[in-house]
């Protein structure tokens, strides 16, 4: 039989358990809906989350009345909420290499007219912090948020220099290896251009996105041989091999300027 204490703990752990699954399935919301990139019905958000539906309406409700979700057109469908947008802004202005990356990613966009890009790691995924178009005429696809794979990218051969084979192993699916195009990168491959990213300080990769453009990035380190961040420049696949140079040296001056030490 138990006591009074021991039932104590008990209706503790239990509470504390409540909570964190609770927490688990905000986070579980909001993963969502920034990959979606809409506002959803609670229906199909709960689908998504694979939560019962009155679970995820309550979760809803207690957000939007925080001011962290809003309720969108009809009032049926639901995304992030201004809060959410301020919260966002303080990490800007507190980060200081987010917020001079930003500067220097659209001084550069200006400077060349081509689509600029700061690129950081989320979630072991290359993700987009901050995007300038470019003044093109046509459009070159570029989100700020946009996640995607790491082979995929120019970046993420950077993003992933210094690290161990094992480590490069665990952050990249076989899925990520499969372009949008169908064909498949060899983890072998990959792994070494990592290296040679490593060696010579930045990364060229044509045709992985599409069939239309390259990517060029440099590294942006926060201490001696880390790298942070990545700077790059998305131009059409045809740039010649001398603008391409060129573009590469502005981007590396560019980039010493926002590591840390330089």
Request: negative net charge.
């Amino acid at each position: 039989m138990q006591d009074g204490n021991a039932l104590a703990v008990s209706a503790d752990e239990k509470t504390t358990a409540s909570r964190e699954k609770g927490l688990n399935r905000v986070l579980e919301i909001l993963d969502f809906l920034h990959t979606t990139q809409r506002a959803i019905g609670i229906g199909d958000l709960a689908k998504g989350v694979n939560a019962p539906r009155s679970t995820t309406y309550t979760l809803v409700r207690s957000l939007v009345d925080a001011g962290l979700l809003e309720m969108a057109g009809d009032g049926n469908r639901v995304y992030f909420g201004k809060k959410l947008y301020l919260y966002g802004m303080d990490y800007v202005r507190g980060n200081d290499l987010l917020r001079r990356g930003r500067q220097e990613v659209d001084h550069l966009s200006r400077e060349t007219g081509e689509t600029s890009e700061l690129c950081m790691l989320q979630s072991g995924r290359y993700t987009i912090v901050h995007s300038s178009p470019g003044t093109r005429p046509f459009r070159i696809s570029s989100a700020t948020g946009l996640q995607i794979p790491l082979p995929w990218t120019a970046s993420g051969r950077l993003l992933l220099a210094g690290l161990e084979r094992a480590e490069v192993e665990a952050m990249v699916s076989e899925d990520d290896l499969v372009l949008p195009d169908g064909r498949k990168l060899r983890l072998d491959d990959f792994i070494a251009d990592i290296a040679e990213a490593r060696i010579t300080g930045y990364c060229v990769t044509s045709g992985l996105v599409d069939a239309y453009t390259k990517c060029l990035a440099v590294p942006v380190f926060s201490a001696p041989g880390k790298v942070e961040a990545t700077m790059c420049l998305v131009v059409p696949i045809d740039t010649s091999d001398e603008r391409t140079g060129s573009l590469i040296g502005l981007l590396r001056d560019r980039a010493t300027r926002l590591s840390i030490g330089a």
